[in-house]
């Protein structure tokens, strides 16, 4: 998978393409920091999924640029269960905050 930055300064969209070459526009809900496993996180959701009622959130680790940023790094799978639970716990606090304040 590749990955290609927004246009906006924001970069709050990535551009993800698979192996086949399908490009496809991923908005970037939040990145964090874990001091835990000495790496960067980010969550994303596919752009065409705004205002639906469900959205398919992926989670990766990544090779902030000099700035932080997502957008010159490499999006890497997350393969460790204990890593992959701590990146889901961080996940549903935001969604459970996010609730409270609706």
Not at 17 to 22: A, I, P, R, V, Y
Not at 39 to 64: R, W
């Amino acid at each position: 998978m590749s990955e290609k930055s927004g246009s906006n300064d924001d970069m709050k969209e990535v551009v993800l393409s698979d192996e086949d070459g399908n490009e496809e526009t991923y908005e970037i809900l939040f990145t964090f920091d874990s001091d835990d496993y000495g790496k960067s996180y980010v969550f994303l959701y596919p752009k065409k999924a705004e205002g639906s009622d469900e959205i398919e959130v992926q989670a990766f680790s990544f090779s902030p640029d000099e700035n932080g940023d997502v957008d010159a790094g490499e999006l890497n799978p997350i393969e460790d269960p204990e890593e992959w639970d701590m990146v889901q716990e961080v996940l549903n606090t935001f969604t459970n905050d996010d609730n409270q304040d609706i």
